[in-house]
């Protein structure tokens, strides 16, 4: 039996990495404000630094918040709840976050409300829709679902409840780096800045790329026992049928091992200098004009090898996502997390799916990373069914979904 809203809104927060961010949202679709801090500190160190990430966090909290609210152009007295990301994260991180939210919930008197960051990601898809009379993406049943980012590479099956949640089965993960983390260490390597997944992005499209140089990687793992998966790259079955598991440390050593084997280093460690000097390190290759004077620095075989290591990447998610898909018998599949923005993936995902006869969603690019409107959206079902977070709330660094 669901409650009755007062106005349908609630404040979402979310601080598990180094986002900071806090969003409004009504009825878990209509986003009102999204307000996203991004810690670009980390640019300077080539990844996130857990302690700097848990002071960024504390020093851009409140302003955030408050200009969530305002952007919204709604008060504390408005809202239904307030939505808090409990996990899975960085432990320092998502404890300015929580114990935000359980002070303000206890200053308001509104409900706190715990989600897991993998199930706001999901749900990011059902902002997706700008018509309320559109189905919701995830109401087919069951419907697969792909969460994709820099921590995390997860296929779940999800079933919607007679309460309007959902549940998850886990039905396929990366063994080793999340598909973001190999963007990133790759791009690293080849001395692109941080985040370096929409860096590759935007240079993938200047390359061609070779199929030839990283060919799929089998995974063969045993069904049962605790014994560590082994991934081969000459194996050519997985022992267990109903998992659909990915791999994409080898895609790293291969790049490393092509950089090597092709002399490179000198011209990465000149193109690194020469992107800080010029200010393009902390530049965002979404702007033409940084992308086309970045360009200026690279050399057909390094694009080339950018676009043979995405196409790489993409085809190892799409196989392994439809086959999934094929084997569940999945109605739907929607795709989320970080890397979800990138193109190639969204175009080849599209026309897959368009083949296999299956309604397919995504993000906006701009909820696709972390955000906090999909934490308020999650959490919409769950003010529905009135499920509270205790006041004994903690961060879980390592929560699972499914
Ligand atoms: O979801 P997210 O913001 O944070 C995590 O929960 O991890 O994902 C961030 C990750 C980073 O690894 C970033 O490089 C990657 O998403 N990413 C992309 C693109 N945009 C962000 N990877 C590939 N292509 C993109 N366009
Ligand atoms: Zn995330």
């Excluded at 000459?234 to 049928?241: K, M, Q």
């Excluded at 997390?337 to 006869?357: E, H, I, K």
């Excluded at 409107?373 to 660094?397: C, D, G, R, V, Y």
Aim: aromatic share 6%; with cysteine.
């Amino acid at each position: 039996m669901n409650a009755t809203p007062n106005s349908g809104l609630i404040l979402g927060i979310e601080s598990s990495c180094d986002e900071t961010s806090a969003s409004i949202v009504r009825n878990g679709r209509e986003v009102l404000s999204n307000v996203v801090a991004s810690q670009l500190i980390h640019g300077n160190y080539g990844g996130v630094v857990p302690e700097l990430a848990s002071r960024e966090h504390l020093r851009n909290i409140l302003p955030v918040v408050h200009e969530a609210l305002s952007r919204a152009a709604v008060t504390y007295a408005d809202l239904d709840a307030i939505a808090v990301t409990e996990g899975p994260g960085l432990a320092g991180a998502l404890l300015v976050g929580i114990t935000f939210a359980k002070a303000l919930a206890l200053g308001t008197g509104l409900p706190l409300i715990a989600v897991n960051h993998l199930e706001g990601h999901i749900h990011a898809v059902l902002m997706e829709s700008t018509t309320p009379s559109e189905p919701w993406a995830l109401d087919p049943e069951p419907s697969l679902a792909l969460v994709v980012s820099g921590g995390h590479t997860h296929l779940y099956l999800a079933t919607p409840t007679p309460q309007g949640t959902y549940t998850y089965r886990n039905v396929g993960k990366t063994l080793d780096d999340a598909a973001g983390e190999a963007y990133d260490k790759v791009a690293k390597l080849l001395g692109l800045p941080y985040p370096g997944g929409p860096w590759m992005d935007a240079l993938a499209t200047h390359g061609t790329p070779d199929p030839a140089l990283f060919p799929f990687t089998q995974i063969k793992q045993k069904a049962t026992g605790n014994t560590a998966p082994k991934l081969s790259r000459e194996a050519t079955h997985t022992d267990d049928p109903t998992r659909f598991d990915l791999s994409f440390s080898g895609l790293k050593t291969a790049v490393r091992r092509y950089v090597e084997l092709h002399h490179l280093q000198p011209s990465i460690t000149a193109r690194e200098a020469a992107l800080r000097a010029e200010g393009l390190a902390t530049g965002k290759p979404s702007n033409p004009q940084t992308l086309t004077a970045a360009l200026t620095h690279f050399d057909a075989q390094t694009l080339n090898l950018i676009a043979s290591f995405q196409n790489a990447v993409v085809k190892n998610l799409a196989r392994q996502t439809f086959a999934a898909a094929a084997h569940f018998g999945a109605r739907a599949i929607s795709v989320s997390g970080g890397v979800s923005a990138n193109s190639q993936l969204r175009a080849t995902f599209t026309s897959m799916a368009a083949q296999a006869g299956l309604p397919i969603a995504f993000p906006q690019v701009a909820l696709s990373t972390d955000n906090a409107a999909m934490i308020a959206a999650a959490a919409w079902p769950k003010w529905q069914s009135q499920t509270f977070a205790p006041n004994t709330l903690e961060p879980t660094p390592q929560l699972r979904l499914g």
